[in-house]
């Protein structure tokens, strides 16, 4: 959601900060999807990331919160 006045770039940048932790550099408008019935209008943009993502805590397979992983702590998950 942008604030009042905030314009695109910067309302992407703090998003996926906010979601994320992670800063990123936004590339360009990369989709604009709308549902109608519900008055909405999603802007997609792309965007490479500046800033590491930080580590997920302890490996989980029953975690339900979703959470920015890299992928070495990925490789580390051992699968059911």
Known sequence: MLELG??????VRREVLEETGVE????????VYKNLP???????FRCHPRTEAV???APSLTQTK????????LRTVKRR
């Not at 990123?24 to 989709?31: Q, S, T």
């Not at 519900?38 to 997609?44: C, E, F, H, T």
């Open 6 to 11: 905030e314009a695109f770039e910067a309302g």
């Open 38 to 44: 519900r008055g909405i209008v999603a802007m997609v």
């Open 24 to 31: 990123v550099k936004v590339e360009r408008l990369f989709g």
């Open 55 to 57: 580590p997920c805590p």
């Open 66 to 73: 979703p959470r920015l992983c890299t992928k070495s702590f």
